[in-house]
């Protein structure tokens, strides 16, 4: 292990609120450790292999902060989670009640500090695509000549890297936030002033293009291939799964499909026997991971909040060393959503997922013995095989190659075949024979669908994106608050009754606002607010 080091940087503004941040570090095997590099102008840029892959790694680096605050725009804003203490006078309950209860304004502070940290790390980006030579224009992606030499080899996996963490940046900012400003290139504070958002066709556009070029740049190597030097490195089977994504996203399911066979015929990706150790730190990167952010435990300041932001609050060290802050409360309908029977077939999953400390409900999917307190190992999954399944079961449509895949996804859980019984207190696979229980309808295949993506990708920051691709936030949110009302909603105050709550949610409330001072530094252009704030 080679010894930390962290250089104090210069920062400057970008898209008139942001400051750049560069991230500089040096650790064990995982990617998000590189030497330090000071920041360079809008006209300097890299010059050769190793500055640019450096500066590229530190990219990688600046997928982490984002996280901690993803949760809160997703999840949160699901059934999957709640604050959950009803009337904490808390600051940071009170930020999170906002988004719970879709109460938000546009000064909100955490909507603020996940937008800037995503553009901080956008530029960061853009700088290593400008010094290999990636332009963007007229919906094209392509790769020239730039200020870094290298082998061409080497600039295909650099440039290839580089344009799957824009493009999924940019996916993720796209799908909270709506038209978003769209940079390609590195801009000084003034340029930036000029810039107004982009209509998120045309930002789908950019993603598409980025991930389309990405997919061939990058090594497509099977899994087997792979090895610690790879870890974590984005390759073209996580950019071809990334794109099904996008497709599927924007309506394209017949486009989605012969990326997600390629990935389950060709990738050597597949799902692990046991779910518990698809999140083990002692098996990281494993063949279920198309893709991760990573951390990095040991006092090197990458470490993982996700243990103890999410460990139940007065638990000492009993659940996580250092106590938790109870954030990202699972909801009660969650907890009963999964099926465990004293008797018979249960979901195993779920006790990976969650569990119960003095009767308080918390996230368990991502904690792991640490020694300081928010210094987490655990990498967090952007992409899992078992997505690739799921995805490819929604591109398909209500059918029985469909079903089988849900099944597939269901049997490694622990789900047996059905044969007679009560779906309501038993876990089984769907029947496909029309029997009782089958499914029988695409209403019926939609319902297993989304309910089959629940519980696989709990609190992987999926619920939200998936209610809103499929056209059920508002159905499943207002029955959530429904069903949480009388244990939860009904003791805040001042009170308020279950339709004020649902009336909270509107079509134009599933978009984040863009954040207020983004607004107000701008004097060169008016840039329009989304409806609703």
């Not at 269901?410 to 876990?427: E, H, K, L, S």
């Amino acid at each position: 292990m080679t010894q930390l080091k962290i250089d104090k940087m210069k920062s400057f503004k970008y898209l008139t609120a942001g400051l750049l941040l560069a991230i500089s570090t040096t650790a064990c095997n995982k990617i998000i450790d590189i030497d330090p590099i000071s920041n360079i102008g809008v006209d300097a840029f890299y010059r050769n292999y190793e500055e640019t892959k450096v500066a590229l790694t530190g990219s990688y680096s600046g997928l982490q902060k984002p996280l901690e605050f993803e949760w809160m725009l997703t999840d949160l804003r699901t059934d999957n989670s709640k604050q959950g203490v009803a009337n904490s006078s808390a600051t940071i309950n009170f930020e999170f009640n906002d988004l719970d209860m879709f109460t938000l304004n546009s000064a909100h502070d955490k909507v603020y500090q996940y937008w800037l940290m995503t553009y901080k790390n956008l530029r960061s980006i853009n700088y290593v695509l400008k010094s290999l030579g990636a332009t963007y224009a007229g919906g094209q992606t392509t790769l020239g000549e730039g200020t870094a030499k290298m082998t061409q080899q080497q600039k295909n996996q650099l440039a290839g890297e580089a344009l799957f963490l824009r493009a999924y940046h940019y996916f993720n900012l796209v799908r909270l936030y709506g038209d978003v400003f769209l940079v390609t290139e590195p801009v000084d504070p003034e340029q930036s002033k000029k810039i107004n958002r982009t209509p998120i066709a045309d930002c789908y556009q950019l993603i598409t293009a980025d991930l389309l070029a990405a997919k061939d740049l990058l090594s497509q190597a099977p899994y087997s291939a792979s090895t610690n030097t790879d870890a974590g490195h984005a390759t073209s089977w996580a950019a071809k799964t990334l794109l099904a994504k996008v497709y599927l996203s924007t309506n394209r399911g017949s486009s989605a499909l012969p990326l997600l066979d390629d990935v389950i015929s060709n990738s050597g990706y597949g799902m692990l026997p046991s779910f518990s150790d698809v999140f083990s730190i002692n098996n990281e990167m494993n063949k279920e991971i198309l893709f991760a952010v990573r951390f990095k435990a040991g006092g090197f300041g990458l470490g993982n909040l996700m243990g103890n932001n999410f460990a139940p609050t007065s638990s000492g060290s009993a659940v996580i060393n250092g106590d938790g802050s109870g954030y990202n409360y699972p909801t009660n309908d969650l907890d009963v959503t999964y099926k465990t029977p004293a008797t018979g077939a249960t979901d195993g999953r779920k006790a990976v997922t969650m569990a119960k400390y003095n009767a308080k409900l918390y996230v368990k999917k991502f904690i792991s013995p640490v020694l300081v307190k928010f210094d987490g190992e655990n990498d967090f999954p952007v992409l899992r095989f078992s997505d690739v399944l799921l995805m490819k079961a929604e591109a398909l449509g209500f059918g029985t190659a469909s079903v089988n895949l849900i099944n597939d996804v269901r049997a490694r859980a622990g789900a047996v075949d059905y044969v007679t019984g009560d779906f309501n207190t038993g876990f089984y696979k769907y029947p496909t024979d029309g029997s009782a229980n089958a499914i029988a309808t695409p209403a019926q295949f939609l319902t297993a669908l989304l309910n089959e993506r629940r519980l696989e990708f709990a609190f992987e920051n999926q619920r939200f994106f998936d209610l809103v691709r499929t056209g059920q936030a508002i159905t499943v949110i207002k029955n959530h608050f429904a069903l949480e009302f009388d244990a939860h909603y009904k003791a805040y105050r001042p009170a308020f009754t279950l339709a004020e709550l649902q009336a909270h949610l509107t079509a134009e409330k599933l978009l984040l606002p863009i954040p207020q001072r983004e607004l107000d530094a701008n004097d060169q252009i008016k840039i329009v607010q989304n409806p609703g704030y």
